[in-house]
């Protein structure tokens, strides 16, 4: 830091002081919200944080001035935070900036309109980056992070007093995907539940009223609560919905939804084409698609295995164990189509013995008995039209449709 006098400090102080007061009366917005990003380290705030090492009396500027005062339960912790986030004690920093974000919640309610909402939206972004900041601090210290989860709290009093009727209810949506960012780094999802139901059977809000931004990123978090709970029709359409409106320019953000929809469309019979894993680096998938196309079960073993870590990571990996069935059931049309051009008479007669060979060439060891195990499964869940003849060990497919597309549903329960 480079030297600082006793009256550039004053000065400094007094400057935000202004900002801060002049925005409000003069309901300048852009100005206001930009006092209380700290997270993203502004030039400006920093010097801030600087000046109110140096000059240690800036509670008695603002409680001498009514200009000043009057916010004095908003500016004094901000003070606070400010100093210690410079200074690097992220866990008193998130702590002084949740009473600041109180006492800005109390003045939001009491103002008419929602000249302010984009002050509270981030200020809302400040208390779970702080939160996170402040946990991991914690977490080195060798003490409990509770502080992601406090922020939690104080976001459900924000979605409260958005809530009502009037313009101010559109920045729900915005604490809702924040509130979503908690619970899933938290590992309580379903605390999401309650929040989904404001958002989805209240009265008061018309979704497509809200900010795209905010409905592409609902639609992605919505659309991963349905990947886990294995809805994949819900899961396709709202992940579908955030890559349709998602910003063509955000790359980052189009992989994000992919990585979800990719295992929710492979799970419905729709493989993505090649081009789309290089692009978005989701090369991952790639040999899962492969052994698909395939019916190659080792493949696709051989894929989830290679990248195990990761699909867990995501959530995605007992959608992606799933699809053996399709692997099983591409294995047998393979086997049909070979038998159709050397015999078409016959090609509707599928040995279990021939199937025992193929998964062998494989090197997948099954013997008939659990090959036909495999084909009952197939044939029930109406992946394989057909019938067995027990005593020759044959599957008999049907001469119409043997091999059921999915055609965009998933396969039977």
Known sequence: MAYMSMGEAHRRITEFLNRFSDAVFSQDVASLKSLFALSSNPPFLLSVADALNIF?????????????????????????SLQNYKQGSLVEAYQAFEKTA????????????????EALCVIVYEIRILAERADRELSSSGKSPEKLKGAG??????????????????????????LFKIYFKLGTVHLCRSVIRSIETARIF???????????????????????????????????????HCNPKSEANIRMILKYLIPVKLSIGILPKDWLLERYNLLEYNNVVQALRRGDLRLLRSALQDHEDRFLRSGVYLVLEKLELQAYQRLVKKIYIIQKQKDPSKAHQVKLEVIVKALKWLEI????????????????????KGYFAHKSKVVV???????????????NS
């Open 56 to 80: 240690q009396d800036a509670n008695r500027l603002i409680k001498q001035s009514d200009k000043y005062s009057q916010f004095g339960e908003i500016l004094v912790p901000l003070f606070r």
């Open 102 to 117: 109180n006492a800005f919640i109390q003045e939001f309610r009491n103002w008419e309109s929602a000249w302010a909402l």
């Open 153 to 178: 709290s104080f976001l459900m009093k924000v979605f409260g007093a958005l809530a009502g009727k009037g313009s101010k209810r559109m920045g729900a949506l915005y604490v809702t995907c924040q």
């Open 206 to 244: 018309d979704f497509e009223e809200f900010p795209k931004r905010d409905k592409v990123t609902y639609m992605y978090y919505t659309g991963r609560l349905e990947v886990f709970n294995e809805n994949f029709p819900a899961a396709d359409t709202k992940l579908s919905y955030a890559l349709k």
């Open 365 to 384: 060891d099954m013997d008939v008995d659990e090959v036909e195990c495999i084909m009952a499964i197939l044939i029930y869940k109406n992946l394989v």
């Open 397 to 411: 497919l049907s001469k119409q449709d043997p091999f059921p597309k999915l055609n965009g549903k998933p396969v």
